[in-house]
Nanobody
């Protein structure tokens, strides 16, 4: 069981930036066979994949078109922390943001929620116009 805890959400104005963090529990092993992903969800809609990264932090195989050029995912193995740097935020980025982990298969193609087995509790991001 992997325990993931997100933080860093908040309220910002359009054009602003936020950096989300996702810390894995001490007994968690994040390896090159682990896929870490960021998702977001608004009420009434399906959870949307944003970006994924291999557990060794060497490659980010997928980023959603809606955030390309604005959001960047990274991973610090020493602290077992996955980051989502969000720049040029828009009101449509308002959502609950979740961190997730899965096997390497989850990183092969588009980030799909069904491929990730462990989830954090989420952190709310609100962008005002």
């Amino acid at each position: 069981q992997v325990n993931l805890v997100e933080s860093g959400g908040g309220s910002v104005q359009a054009g602003g930036s936020l950096r989300l963090s996702c810390v894995a529990s001490e007994d968690t092993h994040i390896t090159s066979s682990t896929c870490m992903g960021w998702f977001r969800q608004v009420p009434g809609k399906e959870r949307e994949g944003i970006a994924s990264i291999y557990g060794d932090g060497e490659m980010t195989p997928w980023t959603a078109n809606s955030v390309k050029g604005r959001f960047t995912v990274s991973l610090d193995n020493a602290s077992k922390t996955v980051y989502l740097q969000m720049n040029s935020l828009k009101p449509e980025d308002t959502a609950m943001y979740y961190c997730a982990s899965g096997g390497i298969v989850a990183c092969i193609a588009t980030a799909k929620a069904a491929d990730f087995s462990n989830w954090g509790q989420g952190t709310q991001v609100t962008v005002s116009s």
